[in-house]
C-alpha cells in the first residue's frame, strides 16, 4: 500500500511538471484518476508485458477521457519506460508524447481525445478477446464522467452488456466537473450507477482515492460472469493539491511555475525511485489462421446484379483468403449483403444493431488486434460515424468501410436514405482509398484489394441491379480504372463511377448515331485516382465531362478537377445540385441532370464549340 | 371507442393500399403503430388546428421511426385533410407523399428518416415551449424500438429530463422486429423501462394495442410534473393482418396485390366516410420580440483579437437586432467564446452538454418554431454530428453552426482537437454557406450575415489572436471576398482564409523585398465563392496558389478550383497533406507547407518559370 501511496503520488508530480513545462495540458483531470490508476497497474490486477506491447494476450488499457495524458504518460514512467527528462518533452514538436495520446507514443492502444469514443474501442478488444482470439485478456477503459453525456458511450454500453463482454471494465472518473462547468449530476454516483445497471453491466461504487476499495473493485471485477463491469468512482478533480481541488476553472489549465512549487510543497517529498510493476500476461497465444485459395468469379455476362450484391459475395468468397476478416453491420445486412457472410461464417460476424457509431469504435478495436473489420450500412448513415472514422485514421486504423444506397438513384426511400456526400467525407482522410465500382465483377475484385490493402478504404455500393462489363478475369488495382470507350474521334472524356458509368454507355450509343465520339472512363478509383489515364484522355480530347451519383462538392468532379488543374482543359461537372426526393431512379437520375440524357445534352454543348 | 377502431381500422386500410400501390414502403412498421396514433391525434389529447399548421400553440408530432410514413400520411387522411386518392401517389415522383416525411407533405414537421433522431428534434421543439415561447403545447415523438439503440436517443433523454421537459412524451412502438431480425430485447419491455427511469423520464407501460390503455396513457402523460414521459408500447410489427404479424422478413415490404386482396378480407368493411377531428389549441401566441439597434464596431487596430473570441462578442452585440436567436454549445462554451452570451443572456443560451447529435437535433427542433439557433463547439466535432446536419438541410432548416479549433493552428491539443475536414462536411449541404473570416472585425460582421441569411450557415474560427486587418466600418457580404494586395505587376494570386491570410500577408511582405509581387485574397467566404473576382485576378495574373489549414480534399482549394476550372490556369493548392501532431502552432503551419514560407517557395516556383 505504502509503495502504491508513493508511486500515486510520483504521478501527480510527473502529470504537474510536464504540463507547467508545457504550458498546456490538463493536470486537474489527470489527478483525480491517478490513484485509479495507480492501483490497476500496480495494484497487481493489470497484466502486461513491457517489454512486448504486442503480446496477444496484454490486458489493454484505454484513456478514452484522452486530455488525462499527462496521467497517461506519468504512468508508464512509473512502470520504469519513461524518464522525467523525457516527460518534460511532453506536447513539444519533436515528441512522441503529444497533447492527446497517438500511435507515436508506443503504449497507446488508440489515439483519443475526442470524447465518448474509448468504450466502444474497447468493446472491439473486447469482442476480439472473447469471440475471437479467446484470449482471457482484460481490456480497461478510462472513463470521464462528463463524456458519459455522448450517446456513443451508451451504444457500447448496451452493446457490451448484449455481447456479455464480461472482460471488459469501465472505470467512471467521476470527478464531477467537466471544461466550463459542474456536470449534469455533480457527485451524485447514483445516477451512474441506476443507468450502467439498467444497461446491464454491474455497477460498482467506490471512492476513487481510497486505495484499498480500489483494489477491492478490480479484484472483483476479475470475477464478473457475463456481465461487463463499471467502477463508478468519486473523485476530486486536481486531487492532491489543495488550491486546485474540487473547483471550476481548473479544466485544461497547466500550473503556472509559482503555483507549481506551492503545489510540490504541498505534495512533500517524492520518491523519484519507485518503480510500479506489473505482471506479465499468460503466455497464451490465439489460434493461427492460415490462409487458404479463393474461388474465381463466374458471373454470367447477360444477368444483371447489384454491386451491394456482389460486395457480400466477395466477403463470402475471399474469406478463405483472408481468414483475419470480421464482419460488423447496423440492422441492415439484407440490405448491404453483409448476411450472405453472416450466413456462412457465423462466427466472424457481429451483428452491431442501430448504433453507427459503436460500430466503427468497434470496428476499430478489432483491427488492433489484427482482424481485418468490414464494416457496412447505408452510405447515408456513415456519416452518423463521421467523427469516428476522422479518430480511427489517427489510429492508423485497418478498417474497410462499405457503404450501400449510394445516390438518388436509390429511387423511392427518398433523400434520408441517399449517400450523396459520402465520397467526400471519405476522401478527406490522410491517404484513404476510395472506390465506387460500375459492376458485379469490378465488385468482387475490388473487395479483395480492399482486403489485402493497408489502411482505411471506402467502398461505395448501388441498390439497384446492373449489367456485367467486365469478364470474369478482369484484373482491377486501386488508383486504376478502366477506358470502356476510346476512338481517335473522341471530342470529350466521360469519367464515370457506379451507375452513372451505366447512364455514360447509354450516352455513348446514343452520340454514335449522331456521329459524335466520346471516351468513356470508369473510374471505378476515386482516391486515389489514375491521374495518368486521365491526364492524358483529357489532353487527347480537350474536354472532360464527370458525371456522379453525389453531390458536386468533393467527390469525385473535384477529385477529377484536382488531378487535372494543370492542364488547362475544361472538365465540366454533372452532378446532384436539386434537393433529391422520392420517385423512380430513372426519373431521379434525369432530374439530377446525371442521366444519359443529362451527359449528352453536356456533349453536345460541347460538340458545338468545335 | 368504436369510432377510435373504426378510424384505426381506415388507418390500416390506408397503410396497406399505398405501399402496395407504390411497390415499396413499410407497411408492418405502420400496423403497429395505428392504434397508438389514432388513440392520440383523435382520442381527445392532440390539440392542433388542422387549418393552421404554423398556430404557435399547435401540439406537434414527429415520426423518429420516419420509414412508418403510410401511417403518417393515413392519419392525416383520417383527419380529413388528403383523400384516398391522394394517399395512392405515395412515393411517385410528383406527389409531396415521399417515402419518408418531408416539408412537400404540409403536416410535417421535420424530415425524418436517418433513425433516432426524432426525440432530439423533440427536445428542440420542448425547450421552445417551456423556456422560450412560454406556450403548453405538447411534443409527441413516435418512436421504433430498434432505433433505440442509437447514442443519440440516449442523448435526447438526458438532456430532456435535464431541462425537465415535463411537455415531451414519447411513444415507443416496441414491435420487436427491426430491419433484419429481432432486437436486442424483443418484448421484453422492462429493459426499455428500466432504462428510461434511469434516465430521469417517467415510464408508462402499457399494450399498445388497447384503446383505453392507450388513451389512459396519454391522459396521465399531461399530468406529468418536471419529468418527461415515455409511453412503452407492446405492440405487433403488422398488426391486423395476421399472416404478416410479428414475424420476421417483413420490414419494409409492401403487400403484393394478391396478399392485400387477403389482407383486406381479413380487415374486413372499412368505413371510409369515418373522420377523425382535433380539438384546436388554446388561443394563445409567443410574447412578441422586437429588435433594436445595435452597437458599432470598435476593435483597436493594434490589438490581435482571436476570430474566436470575435464570434462570442459578436453573439452579444447582436442579439437586440435578432430577438430570437438562441445559442446552444456543447460543454465548450469557454473555449467557443459562446459563453459571452450566456452571462448576457442566460435565458436564451442552451449548454448542452458533451452530446453533440442531440445539440444539431435539438437546434432543427428550436429553428422549426422560429428560433435562430447558433450552435458550436470545437469544428473537429461538428463531425460527431454530421448525419443530424446532413438531416437538417432535408427540413429547410435555419440553422447557424460555428466551429472553433480549425486546422493544426490549434497547436498543442494535437490531431483530435483540430477541425481539419469541416469546410468539406459543409460545403457538402446544397446551398450551404461556408463562411472562414480572417480577423474579429470581419468575423463580427459574418457573424450579423449569418443571423440574416435564411438556411445553414457555417463559421470556422480560430484558436489564436490574430491581428485585426479591418476597419470597423468595412462591409463583408456572403460570397463577397477582399483584395488586400494588388499591383498591376502581380505573378500570381494567393487565395487564403482565415488564419492563412495571416500567412499570406507575410510572404507578400517578403516577396516584396524579392520584387516579387502578388495578389493577396481574402476569400471568407468559401461558399458562395466571389468566383467573379477570382476568375478576374486569375486571368489577370496567370497563376493562383490556394493555402488552407484544412485538409486538401472538398475545402478551400477544391473550391476554387471548381469555379476556375473553365480557365485554364493552373492552381497550386497548398493544405495540410501530412498526418498532423502536437508542437506549436508556428511550427505545425510550417511542417504543413501553409505557412508564409510555404507560400513563399510556391510563388517562387511560379516566378522561375516566367
Redesign the interface.
Known amino acids: 500500500m505504502n509503495n502504491l501511496e508513493s508511486i500515486a503520488k510520483l504521478i501527480r508530480y510527473y502529470s504537474l511538471i510536464m504540463s507547467t513545462e ?4 490538463h493536470p486537474t483531470s489527470s489527478l483525480s484518476a491517478a490513484d485509479l490508476m495507480t492501483g490497476l497497474l500496480f495494484g497487481g490486477t493489470f497484466r502486461y508485458d513491457l517489454d512486448n506491447t504486442h503480446h496477444p494476450n496484454n490486458d489493454r488499457l484505454i484513456f478514452s477521457k ?1 486530455h488525462a495524458s499527462p496521467l497517461f504518460y506519468s504512468i508508464w514512467a512509473a512502470a520504469g519506460k519513461l524518464t522525467e527528462q523525457e516527460l518534460l518533452t511532453f ?3 519533436t ?1 512522441p508524447l ?3 495520446p ?1 500511435g ?1 507514443f508506443k503504449y497507446t492502444v488508440a ?6 469514443q474509448g468504450l466502444s474501442i474497447g468493446v472491439g478488444l473486447a469482442l476480439n478477446a472473447k469471440y475471437i482470439d479467446k484470449l482471457p485478456y482484460r481490456t480497461y477503459v478510462l472513463l470521464g464522467d ?2 458519459m ?7 457500447a454500453m ?1 452493446i457490451a452488456a ?1 455481447y456479455k463482454l464480461d472482460n471488459l471494465i469501465g472505470i467512471m472518473d467521476v470527478n464531477r466537473f ?4 459542474e ?2 449530476y455533480g457527485h451524485d454516483l447514483s ?1 451512474y450507477k ?2 450502467a ?3 446491464g453491466w454491474e455497477a460498482i461504487v467506490i471512492d476513487g482515492h481510497h486505495m484499498p476499495q480500489i483494489l477491492t473493485a478490480f479484484k472483483q471485477a476479475l470475477q464478473a460472469q457475463e456481465r461487463p463491469v463499471m467502477i463508478i468512482a468519486k473523485t476530486i478533480k486536481g486531487k492532491g493539491v489543495s488550491f486546485i481541488e474540487d473547483r471550476n476553472g481548473w479544466h485544461g489549465r497547466p500550473l503556472k511555475k509559482d503555483e507549481l512549487s506551492r503545489a510540490l510543497a504541498e505534495l512533500g517529498a517524492v520518491d523519484k525511485s519507485v518503480r510500479g510493476s506489473m505482471e506479465k500476461p499468460e503466455e497464451l497465444k490465439p489460434a493461427e489462421r492460415f490462409p487458404s485459395n479463393i474461388q474465381p468469379l463466374s458471373y454470367a455476362a447477360d444477368k444483371p446484379v447489384a454491386t451491394r450484391r456482389a460486395y457480400g459475395t466477395a466477403l463470402e468468397r475471399i474469406f478463405p483468403a483472408f481468414p483475419n476478416m470480421v464482419v460488423l ?1 447496423a ?5 448491404t449483403y453483409s ?1 450472405l457472410f453472416k450466413a456462412k461464417y457465423p462466427d466472424r460476424f457481429f ?1 452491431m ?3 453507427e ?2 460500430m466503427i469504435g468497434a470496428a476499430l478495436g478489432l483491427s488492433l488486434r489484427g482482424n481485418i473489420p468490414f464494416v457496412s450500412t447505408f452510405a ?2 456513415l ?2 460515424a ?2 469516428q472514422i ?2 480511427s485514421r ?1 489510429s492508423n486504423a485497418n478498417i474497410k468501410f462499405c457503404g450501400s444506397h449510394a445516390g438518388v438513384s436509390i ?7 441517399m449517400g ?2 459520402d465520397i ?2 471519405f ?4 491517404d484513404s482509398v476510395v472506390l465506387y465500382p460500375s459492376d458485379a465483377v469490378s465488385t468482387e475484385k475490388l473487395v479483395e484489394e480492399m482486403a489485402q490493402h493497408r489502411g482505411i478504404v471506402y467502398l461505395r455500393t448501388t441498390r439497384k441491379d446492373t449489367p456485367i462489363l467486365y469478364r470474369n478475369d478482369e484484373v482491377f488495382r486501386i488508383g486504376g480504372s478502366k477506358i470502356l470507350k476510346s476512338s481517335k474521334a473522341d471530342i470529350a472524356v466521360i469519367a464515370a463511377a457506379g451507375i452513372t458509368v451505366h447512364e455514360a454507355l447509354r450516352a455513348y450509343e446514343e452520340l454514335k448515331k449522331e456521329n459524335i465520339m466520346v471516351r468513356v472512363i470508369d473510374l471505378y478509383s476515386i ?1 486515389p485516382l489514375d491521374s495518368t489515364t486521365l491526364l492524358h484522355a483529357a489532353r487527347d480530347t480537350g474536354a472532360v465531362i464527370t458525371v456522379e451519383d453525389h ?4 467527390g469525385l ?3 477529377v ?2 488531378a487535372l ?2 492542364t ?6 454533372l452532378a446532384v ?3 433529391p ?4 431512379p430513372d ?2 437520375l434525369a ?1 439530377e441532370g446525371i442521366s444519359s440524357r443529362g451527359i449528352m445534352e453536356a456533349v453536345r454543348k460541347i460538340a458545338k464549340k468545335r
Open positions: 508545457a504550458g498546456s495540458g484522452g506536447r513539444k514538436f515528441s503529444e497533447g492527446h497517438t507515436e489515439a483519443t481525445g475526442s470524447l465518448g462528463s463524456e453525456a455522448e450517446g456513443s458511450q451508451w451504444e448496451e448484449h467537466g471544461q466550463r462547468g456536470t449534469m445516477v441506476d443507468r445497471s439498467a444497461f453491420d440492422e441492415v445486412s439484407n440490405s448476411e451483428e444493431y442501430i448504433a457509431q459503436n447515408a448513415f456519416t452518423r463521421f467523427d476522422r479518430m489517427y429511387g423511392e426511400d427518398g433523400s434520408s436514405q450523396l456526400e467526400a467525407m476522401r478527406t482522410l490522410l482516391k453531390y458536386a462538392e468533393g468532379g473535384e477529385a478537377l484536382s488543374s494543370a488547362g482543359v475544361p472538365v465540366h461537372s445540385r436539386k434537393m426526393r422520392s420517385g423512380k426519373e431521379l432530374f
